[in-house]
């Protein structure tokens, strides 16, 4: 594990979060240096402190997404309301993920914090946002999904509505959090003023569905499921291969001419219906087709060695067994880390995507035990007896 400082360090961000958004954005924070301590329910801790799958009892869910973070728990109602306005003022982030209007309930809200600490960035993450008519529903991510309309356009003609492999709507709204979070740190820094940065799940998945919506608003045309496609520019597809399938992403003339030469007919970058970028998308079926008449006879890997070989973007499917074994990303990009837990013992966790020259991101200590730097962070920090920490963990204060 990594022992550099990061390039946030200085900072205390107190991350209420649970679950995955929240946790996700504080991860990256913590990832870049910034000193998190992560706050959780005395006794029961994060939700995914009991998500498979499970290394010694330990949640390899929760240990991804809370390394390099400190483990306090607290309560916030009654005395430890009084605890976590002491700890805001010595904060410069605070991170939640409550439905909108429950910090509010508990006198914790950003209008209330800032009151203690005008310097505050507040950052609350949520279904809907804290405005609008849908701003009290509850979230997941597979709610983010469904009404941003990712679900819609994911899957195969014909097919049903596709959650995708992953909590993309989770990891997007957590991405937004970081970024927003550190563009009101910058203003910070520059005014002395805090701010609330006001994240949505749905929002989020918005966002990333760029030209999809942008085909309605322009066109009036409703996307559908077109599978691996894309509806800006072909071929950038998947294709049928002797051995399985493989990506081949042509995405504007140059490529396909150099596609055309690969697979020995280069007189297909004169044919009328494939001849600007526009007609390949019209015409993708009969192109598809065409491409796959010459991959079908071809392994996944002699495909992607010629199609690199003359400079066009070609990739195989990886698994997940691939994935973690590939020697670019798994060891010259670091994206899989090896970590001593104390509980699980040695594991691997997903590394930092962020690459950082002269401030390195890294691994630098486990996911905290619950409550692990109670004593730290309230006798330490506060100034707390050790009396006084044994009388708020029997009042289930800690």
């Given at each position: 594990m990594e022992h550099q400082q990061g390039a946030l360090a200085g900072l205390r961000v107190l991350d209420l979060t649970r679950v995955l958004a929240g946790p996700f954005c504080t991860m990256m924070l913590a990832d870049m240096g910034a000193e998190v301590i992560k706050i959780e329910r005395p006794g029961a801790g994060d939700d995914t402190r009991q998500f498979a799958p499970f290394k010694n009892g330990e949640s390899a869910y929760y240990m991804n997404l809370n390394r390099n973070k400190k483990g306090v728990t607290l309560n916030l109602k009654g005395r430890g309301k009084a605890l976590f306005l002491e700890l805001v003022k010595t904060a410069d982030i605070v991170v939640e993920n409550y439905r909108p209007g429950t910090m509010e309930k508990l006198g914790l809200g950003y209008e209330d914090l800032k009151k203690v600490n005008p310097r505050i960035v507040y950052c609350a993450i949520s279904g809907f946002g804290h405005t609008g008519p849908y701003s009290q529903r509850p979230g997941y991510d597979i709610i983010g999904q469904a009404m941003g309309g990712l679900m819609s356009t994911t899957g195969w003609p014909g097919g049903e509505p596709t959650r995708s492999g992953t909590a993309m709507s989770d990891v997007l709204a957590g991405l937004s959090a970081a970024i927003g979070t550190l563009a009101a740190l910058r203003h910070r820094d520059q005014t002395g003023e805090g701010q609330k940065v006001?994240?949505?799940?749905?929002?989020?998945?918005?966002?990333?569905?760029?030209?999809?919506?942008?085909?309605?608003?322009?066109?009036?045309?409703?996307?559908?499921?077109?599978?691996?496609?894309?509806?800006?520019?072909?071929?950038?597809?998947?294709?049928?291969?002797?051995?399985?399938?493989?990506?081949?992403?042509?995405?504007?003339?140059?490529?396909?001419?150099?596609?055309?030469?690969?697979?020995?007919?280069?007189?297909?970058?004169?044919?009328?219906?494939?001849?600007?970028?526009?007609?390949?998308?019209?015409?993708?079926?009969?192109?598809?087709?065409?491409?796959?008449?010459?991959?079908?006879?071809?392994?996944?890997?002699?495909?992607?060695?010629?199609?690199?070989?003359?400079?066009?973007?070609?990739?195989?499917?990886?698994?997940?067994?691939?994935?973690?074994?590939?020697?670019?990303?798994?060891?010259?990009?670091?994206?899989?880390?090896?970590?001593?837990?104390?509980?699980?013992?040695?594991?691997?966790?997903?590394?930092?995507?962020?690459?950082?020259?002269?401030?390195?991101?890294?691994?630098?200590?486990?996911?905290?035990?619950?409550?692990?730097?109670?004593?730290?962070?309230?006798?330490?920090?506060?100034?707390?007896?050790?009396?006084?920490?044994?009388?708020?963990?029997?009042?289930?204060?800690?």
């Open positions: 006001d994240i949505a799940l749905v929002d989020s998945v918005v966002a990333s569905l760029e030209i999809i919506t942008q085909i309605y608003l322009t066109e009036g045309r409703i996307p559908e499921r077109i599978g691996n496609r894309y509806e800006s520019c072909y071929p950038y597809d998947t294709f049928k291969a002797r051995d399985g399938d493989v990506v081949i992403a042509a995405a504007n003339d140059k490529l396909w001419s150099l596609v055309a030469q690969v697979m020995g007919q280069p007189e297909l970058t004169d044919c009328e219906v494939f001849k600007t970028n526009p007609l390949r998308v019209k015409n993708h079926a009969s192109l598809k087709a065409v491409v796959e008449a010459w991959s079908r006879q071809h392994t996944v890997s002699d495909i992607v060695d010629r199609m690199l070989g003359a400079g066009v973007p070609s990739a195989p499917i990886n698994n997940i067994d691939q994935l973690v074994a590939d020697p670019h990303i798994a060891d010259a990009r670091e994206m899989f880390v090896e970590v001593e837990h104390p509980k699980a013992g040695t594991l691997k966790l997903t590394g930092s995507h962020i690459k950082l020259t002269g401030t390195p991101t890294g691994i630098r200590t486990p996911s905290p035990l619950l409550g692990q730097h109670n004593r730290e962070v309230y006798g330490d920090g506060l100034g707390l007896s050790e009396a006084e920490l044994e009388q708020l963990q029997a009042e289930g204060i800690l």
